[in-house]
């Protein structure tokens, strides 16, 4: 008797369960939470935390306190990767994509029931620090889980387009965030510069967003839990390649893609933050620290209008992608952002833009456009490339880490220094900042194969089909119709 295992399409059957919208709400619903709760936190950590949560002689020590609970997520985050990126790859993509999705919901619902520093003293903002962190923790996992939910149920030949989804969230989420908090402020007749603690949203009128989430994880939750397992982890199962210590073996083995997948990452990451964080503090901040004084609601509708370049451009991403191939697609982006680094003085300069009322807001919105529209460039293709550098039995592992390690170096630092480089020596060195990081992405993108043509299946293989470190393309798919264009039900 053989003893063989047969690894054949017959042998693994596409998962009838996984139809074209159940993945599109699966992959999507997570990364809408993940930017949703990240717009909300910041929004809170700055106009409500400070005033609820934290006792402080000045209002400036009570900001940076808030702020530093902002960065615990990025502390979290790749614990998160390694956690949620183990049970990934030993357990299954869908319960982990459960668990993940649970943890960051749960997090932030809690945060919208915490009391406050007035009620029970310190135990408030370490309550809201450990909340702060177990949403990072839920992020760590989340994407990567959502990404490789998408890639390999693909179409054959439109793995670029059929992994944006996932992307889509970012667009989607700061819409629902900072419209809920526009609509809050509005309505309640909130003004930051003046209300007192004994306002009604600071009352509990800011707590309504962070409950919202619970209704978005309801969602994903009822979807994901009819979700099937992805083709290629059944056959990396059935075949018996699933790793006892995915971490360890993504490290031995693809230690070279994690470090090519962090920075092709580092310009997307510093970009999006830079044009979502830095430049609404650079434009909101006082004219007297050399910064723009527009209004708040004012430059909030900006960023809302232009958001939609950052939404159009992401599905346009992943065709272009699937066109032209990753490598040359985003190389090319890459040059575009670097370019775009060198406009930062005549679209930001307070002598050319004006401050105040009398700021230009046509020239800001222009900015605006042209960066939240390459933005969507270079974030769309993210999740289709990433995961298409590491075999089955590490793809979860590896992605998360890349993604996760990139968001430290080129997020979490990234508004400090622009802030920085702003007030000290003009928003010009912003630009010569984020060219600086393009650069380093260019080149960790010269350093890599194409991998559009890859079947997610046999990468990593060695002839013999053990599970190898380096990717192989010197072998016909054995299974190419099992990914692909049977993936989706009359997909091709």
């Not at 985003?330 to 680094?341: E, K, P, Q, R, S």
Request: with cysteine.
């Amino acid at each position: 008797m053989s003893n063989a295992i047969d690894t054949s399409p017959q042998a693994v059957t596409r998962p009838a369960g996984n139809s074209k919208l159940r993945i599109i709400v699966s992959s999507l619903v997570g990364t809408t939470i993940e930017f949703y709760d990240f717009y909300v936190y910041a929004t809170a950590a700055i106009s409500v935390f400070p005033l609820l949560f934290f006792h402080s002689a000045s209002a400036t020590g009570a900001l940076l306190a808030s702020l530093a609970t902002f960065g615990v997520a990025f502390v979290a985050r790749p614990v998160g990767s390694v956690v949620f990126g183990h049970y990934g790859d030993r357990v299954g993509r869908k319960a982990t994509l459960v668990a993940s999705l649970l943890t960051m919901g749960v997090a932030t619902v809690i945060i919208g029931l915490l009391p406050t520093y007035a009620q029970i003293g310190v135990w408030a903002p370490a309550m809201l620090a450990i909340m702060r962190f177990c949403q990072g923790m839920g992020l760590g996992g989340e994407w990567s889980g959502a990404s490789l939910l998408a890639g390999e149920n693909a179409r054959k030949g439109k793995r670029g387009f059929d992994s944006m989804w996932p992307q889509l969230g970012a667009p989607i989420g700061f819409a629902l965030a900072n419209g809920f908090f526009l609509l809050l402020t509005v309505v309640m007749h909130y003004d930051s510069t003046s209300a007192t603690t004994n306002h009604t949203f600071l009352v509990w009128g800011w707590r309504l967003p962070f409950l919202f989430s619970s209704v978005i994880v309801a969602l994903g939750l009822y979807v994901r839990f009819k979700l099937e397992e992805t083709p290629a982890f059944q056959i990396t199962r059935s075949r018996g390649q699933v790793v006892k210590a995915p971490v360890a073996e993504a490290f031995r083995t693809s230690w070279r893609q994690i470090i090519q997948g962090t920075f092709l990452m580092l310009a997307t990451y510093t970009l999006f933050y830079l044009m979502t964080t830095w430049i609404l503090s650079y434009a909101i901040g006082k004219t007297s620290a050399g910064f723009l004084g527009i209004g708040y609601q004012r430059f909030l509708l900006v960023q809302i209008i232009t958001i939609c370049a950052f939404a159009v451009t992401i599905p346009l991403s992943g065709l272009l992608g699937d066109r032209f191939g990753r490598k040359r697609f985003l190389a090319t982006t890459t040059a575009a952002i670097m370019v775009f680094g060198l406009t930062f003085w005549f679209f930001l300069d307070p002598s050319r833009v004006g401050t105040g009322e009398s700021a230009d807001i046509v020239r800001i919105t222009v900015f605006m456009l042209i960066g939240m529209g390459l933005m969507g460039l270079t974030f769309g293709i993210q999740s289709a490339l990433l995961p298409e550098l590491f075999p089955t039995n590490v793809r979860y592992t590896g992605s998360a880490i890349s993604y996760n390690v990139s968001s430290i170096l080129g997020a979490a630092v990234a508004p400090f220094i622009a802030t920085w480089l702003a007030s000290s020596y003009g928003p010009g060195w912003v630009g010569i900042y984020l060219l600086a990081m393009g650069a380093l992405t260019l080149i960790a993108c010269l350093t890599i194969p194409e991998t559009r043509d890859r079947d997610l299946v046999t990468i990593g293989e060695s002839v013999d089909g053990a599970g190898a470190g380096g990717a192989r393309e010197d072998r016909e798919p054995e299974l190419a119709g099992m990914i692909g264009s049977r993936s989706w039900p009359g997909g091709r």
